[in-house]
């Protein structure tokens, strides 16, 4: 039907030939599985390489618990294996940079390519954000070329592998047939998408307007964590999460102008979102109840806030351990959700896409 990659059409009919599907799908289900299980062990990683440990930790948590990543776990579809790999590239991509290593240069390469070999929404949504950070790291690398010239050589090497690559996946999508983006639509929509997918990313099934202040109440959560962590000068982090949430979001509203599209395209975001969340818990709870002042170089001492002070930023240490905590349970309560057999449906959501048609309908007039 051409809506999958040819790798990933090969793994599925590996995966049927010991016995039939209809009798048992736990071959079938089991890539997707396995690739749902090791998620949260590279999500930590990539955490700890970006914000901390403590936020990996918690954001792994989250992704081991959330209904979302529980319910692609058990699809066909390539959905989990896209999120796994997705990290890992970006993880491998991180370490390549920090040790300068080639032996990382090249994992990096082969997981990125293994990636849009699987899944075409990792060449159409994931590929335009990762190249935006790559090119910038190939420009920082030029601008020390002096003293970077090997970071240099690897970084072009693992850009010109991995358009080559992408090369056949290109041609093959440029062989269907297209509508042609409606901008007007976009600029009428492009707001609502982008908020609408990291809700899609954490969904509660708590139905109604509870379920809509919850989420804008993640959004505010992970501005804090992404303006906490430019303060803590960890932009580079902030600048890979909002690329990976930000650029599928804009390109989602895109497509959205002229097909019908779902934000599980672009479900490999969920885990970037989810270390801002984790970012900003982790910065109310470890908010310090002192502050270090410098006299005499080097000579520092410590002074005692105000006591009003004090009791609100202790009050605060408390609120961010109290966020956490509820937020686990939170995406807690949505797996049980899914595991109900009569709480299920509260997790199906209705694709967002009948105010574009209706905008269609009124453009192409009676």
Known sequence: ???????HYLLVWLTI???????????????????GALTPLVVYGLGKETFGRAQGLLAALM??????????SQDVRPY???VLLSALSLYSLLKAEKTGQAGWWAVFTFVTILDLHFSYFALTLFLPALAIYLLWIIYKSWVKRSSESAALRNALLSFGAIA????????????????????????????????????RLAPLGIAGSMEEAIQWGFGVLAIVGALTAVQQKKSKAVLLCVLMILIPALLLAVFRTSNIVFQRYALFAMPFYFLL???GVVFLWRIRPTIQITTEPPRRQERQLPAKILWGLRITNYVGGAVGTLLLLLFAYSSFLYF????????????????????????AGP
């Open 1 to 7: 039907m051409l809506v999958q990659t040819p790798l």
């Open 17 to 35: 030939q010991p016995f039939d599907p209809a009798a048992s799908a736990v071959l079938v289900r089991l890539p997707s599985a396995v690739a």
């Open 63 to 72: 992704v081991a618990v959330s209904a979302v990543h529980i319910g692609h």
């Open 80 to 82: 989990t294996l896209l």
């Open 164 to 199: 080559l690559a992408s090369t056949p996946l290109l041609l093959d999508l440029l062989q269907l047939h297209r509508t042609t983006p409606n901008w007007e639509v976009f600029f009428d929509i492009v707001g609502r998408q982008v908020a609408l997918l990291p809700a």
């Open 277 to 279: 969340l984790a970012n």
């Open 340 to 363: 109900s057999p009569e709480q299920h449906r509260r997790l199906s959501f209705l694709p967002d896409y009948r105010g574009v048609a209706s905008y269609l309908t009124q453009q």
